[in-house]
């Protein structure tokens, strides 16, 4: 398995590194232009089920586009951690440190991984959450559907936009050891 992803890497690293930084700028740029330019023009409806309902409406939108390209990342990520062959840069067949600067670099790799882990459980509640959003706005429950709503903008979406420039970030750094 190891074998195949690190031929495969070979064959389409060029391939594997653009769609691995297009998912980045599709799932990133989304929650920007998204929580900074429609949340605000949604603001401006005056109707408060008219407004939920296309906030509601805006975010199944963004999270349908995102989905598939957080798959893409990974998948990508997975290539590109393996192909690179970060470990066995790092320590040799024991699992013995054989280069310090090049473990830190392998450590770097996994904060990376915890980050996407983190950023698509957030991505699952507020999918999962934005669902019932939509259900008690049918029932006619504004309040609800307005707390829900609420947390997403607030806190759900500002903690992955955080966490995807801190992912760029180290990405730029890991770009930079070779
Ligand atoms: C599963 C975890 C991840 C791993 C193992 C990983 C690994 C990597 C590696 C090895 C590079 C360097 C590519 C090169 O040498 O050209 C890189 C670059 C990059 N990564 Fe990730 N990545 C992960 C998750 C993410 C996430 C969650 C984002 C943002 C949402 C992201 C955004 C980027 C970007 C924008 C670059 C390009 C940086 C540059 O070219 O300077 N990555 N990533």
């Known amino acids: 398995m190891k074998d195949f992803l690190i031929e495969t890497f070979a064959h389409h690293r ?3 590194v653009f769609l691995h930084v297009l998912s980045a700028v599709i799932w990133v740029g989304g929650m920007i232009a998204i929580r900074f330019a429609a ?3 949604m603001q401006l409806i ?3 089920k008219l407004r939920l309902e296309r906030a509601s409406y805006t975010l199944k939108r963004l999270f349908m586009i995102v989905w598939p ?3 893409v990342l990974i998948i990508t990520a997975v290539l590109m951690a393996v192909g690179f062959q970060f470990r066995s840069a790092a320590m040799d067949a024991n699992g013995t440190v054989i280069n310090d600067y090049m473990m830190s670099i392998y450590n770097t790799v996994h904060i990376k991984e915890a980050i996407w882990i983190i950023m698509t459980l957030n991505l699952a509640v507020m999918t999962f959450r934005r669902n019932k959003a ?3 706005l049918r029932n006619g429950n504004i309040e609800e559907a307005k707390n829900i709503l609420g947390m997403i903008s607030k ?3 500002p903690v992955n936009i955080t966490l995807s ?3 760029i970030f180290i990405g730029v750094v890991l770009r930079d050891v070779h």
């Open 134 to 136: 939509d259900i008690a």
């Open 39 to 41: 949340h605000q023009s």
């Open 46 to 48: 005056t109707d408060p």
């Open 14 to 16: 060029l391939l594997i």
């Open 165 to 167: 420039v801190i992912a």
């Open 69 to 71: 390209f957080v798959i």
């Open 155 to 157: 806190y759900m979406v």
